[in-house]
């Protein structure tokens, strides 16, 4: 019913920039809430920021200043521009959305496959 397609990973150097992009498709009913999560080899998946659709932001600590959320309700997008990237910025970045279908009453989360961002000289 939902899918999230995340697109913009690769290779980079330490201090350079990527922007990874979100789309999400299918019957929405209403969006709460999108945004981005990562997972590095031998660690959970923490949050790395969030943006509600009344443009309220959460980033985690490691990102502050270097990472920019920003989103289009209309177009159900969400976009992450990361800047000043470090080697512990590597990971695998999953797109989040919490939100409703029009089949349903309530929200749930969902998740994209992942895109894979290395940072490396």
């Known amino acids: 019913q939902v899918q999230l397609v995340e697109s913009g990973g690769g290779l980079v150097q330490p201090g350079g920039s990527l922007r990874l992009s979100c789309a999400a498709s299918g019957t929405i009913s209403r969006i709460n809430t999108m945004g981005w999560y990562r997972q590095a080899p031998g660690k959970e998946r923490e949050l790395v920021a969030t943006i509600s659709s009344g443009g309220s932001t959460n980033y985690a600590d490691s990102v502050k200043g270097r990472f920019t959320i920003s989103n289009d309700n209309a177009k159900n997008t969400v976009d992450l521009q990361m800047n000043s990237l470090k080697p512990e910025d590597t990971a695998v970045y999953y797109c989040?959305?919490?939100?409703?279908?029009?089949?349903?009453?309530?929200?749930?989360?969902?998740w994209g496959q992942g895109t894979q961002v290395t940072v490396s000289s």
């Open positions: 989040y959305a919490h939100l409703r279908v029009f089949t349903a009453l309530v929200y749930r989360d969902y």
